[in-house]
């Protein structure tokens, strides 16, 4: 982690009032779909992006989701916290995604797609890895936020371009030329936000999935192989999923549920 980079996340401001209600009810063994959703509830703003979230034709809801109790109830509170926390955490940041070649729309619908696509993957066979995958699959990418600003203020826009097209690997350029990559970047954001161990472990060890620890070693494989299926443009493509497919082989997930769910945001 370079000082610059280390300095800027020290500096970030701590998590709002909401996020703080959000992580201590779903924290809470007690807590039930109605105490989440009376938290959110009252924050009208944030209420309207979880909905525009949960709408979304990638989820394939035939009806409209139209209150946040529909939400909990057809999601779950873990993936309900996911959306609520990728709405939060982002206002938290000024984006600018052009040393990557993508604009702030396309940043979005990056984290979107990810996140679909885990949880069309994991709702049938691995759905109690989905309440820490959610929050993982839409927060993942973050990090290219802080490490854009730092190319952008050391005027390496240009290098940054010329290692993307050379290294054709994200994470590689990032480390050529800012020393650090994405993962590094949003598990230190997220530890310093003193958010849950296990969520920090699987974001950090996405791209290493054998250094995490024991218990999350699944859930960083499969974030692993989404993040290779939609690569940062968002485009699902032959390579991407061949790609992805090596890696479900190698981990021994299921294939089968992969394919459908590929179809499914499709």
Same mark, same amino acid.
Request: aromatic share 6%; hydrophobic share 50%.
């Given at each position: 982690m370079t000082e610059e980079i280390l300095k800027k996340i020290k500096q970030l401001p701590p998590l709002p009032e909401s996020a703080l209600q959000i992580e201590k009810v779903y924290k809470d063994p007690d807590s039930t779909f109605n105490d989440m959703a009376k938290i959110l509830e009252k924050d009208p703003?944030?209420?309207?992006?979880?909905l525009r979230a949960a709408n979304s034709p990638l989820y394939g809801f035939s009806?409209?989701?139209?209150?946040?109790?529909?939400?909990?109830?057809?999601?779950?509170?873990?993936t309900v916290r996911g959306f609520a926390l990728a709405s939060i955490v982002k206002k938290s940041f000024a984006l600018d995604?052009?040393?990557?070649g993508i604009t702030n729309e396309m940043f979005s619908e990056l984290s979107k797609k990810q996140h679909a696509l885990t949880t069309a993957w994991c709702i049938k066979r691995e759905n109690t890895l989905l309440n820490i995958l959610s929050p993982a699959a839409f927060l993942v990418e973050i990090g290219k936020v802080?490490? #854009?600003q730092?190319?952008?203020?050391?005027?390496?826009?240009?290098?940054?371009k010329a290692a993307l097209n050379e290294l054709q690997n994200v994470e590689a350029a990032e480390r050529k030329i800012?020393?650090?990559d994405t993962p590094e970047v949003s598990a230190t954001i997220f530890a310093q936000w003193k958010f849950e161990e296990g969520l920090v472990d699987i974001i950090k060890n996405c791209q290493n999935p054998d250094a995490a620890q024991d218990k999350n070693k699944k859930a960083a494989q499969i974030l692993h192989v989404v993040?290779? #299926?939609v690569p940062i443009n968002g485009v699902v493509t032959d390579k991407s999923l061949e790609s #992805?497919?090596?890696l479900i082989e190698k981990y021994n997930l299921d294939m089968n549920s992969f394919n459908t769910a590929v179809a499914n945001i499709e």
């Open positions: 703003l944030l209420t309207a992006d979880i009806r409209e989701i139209n209150a946040i109790n529909q939400a909990v109830g057809l999601f779950g509170m873990g995604l052009s040393p990557y802080l490490i #854009a730092q190319i952008i203020a050391d005027k390496k826009e240009s290098d940054f800012a020393s650090v993040r290779i #299926a #992805a497919k090596e």
